[in-house]
């Protein structure tokens, strides 16, 4: 059956905090797509690997030292529910900045095919499902 949907989303976030944007792509479908955060300075939809790179890349080039924690993990049929925690610091102002929000991964055949960004547990357990 292959691994566990936790190990998966652990492996995406852990080549994030590699700043390995190849192995992160190899985990996610050809036409992943991610939402981010409304509140985020760069949100959207990225769709397919390649508005994915740019946007990871986007993100590398602005932040050093992007860091994002896992506090919770929890598997729900196809979905995957993280409450994480993200820091990084500014390159150019050398400001830290931190955020702690929640991911919902939905999973299919041994890849991510989509991910959205939510403010709250509350808002990303209302999105469970769909």
């Not at 729900?76 to 919902?104: F, K, M, P, W």
């Not at 991510?112 to 990303?124: F, I, K, L, N």
Request: hydrophobic share 40%.
């Amino acid at each position: 059956m292959g691994q566990p949907r936790t190990e998966l989303v652990r492996e995406i976030i852990d080549a994030l905090n590699r700043a390995d944007v190849a192995a992160l792509l190899a985990c996610v479908d050809p036409d992943f797509e991610w939402r981010t955060l409304e509140s985020s300075p760069a949100a959207g939809v990225y769709r397919g690997h390649e508005e994915v790179r740019a946007y990871v890349e986007d993100w590398l080039a602005t932040f050093e030292g992007l860091r994002i924690e896992v506090d919770e993990m929890t598997e729900t049929g196809d979905q995957v529910l993280a409450v994480v925690h993200g820091r990084a610091r500014g390159r150019g102002s050398g400001i830290e900045v931190e955020n702690r929000y929640c991911q919902l991964w939905t999973l299919q055949d041994g890849a991510a095919v989509g991910m959205q960004e939510y403010e709250t547990r509350e808002q990303a357990l209302a999105g469970l499902g769909g």
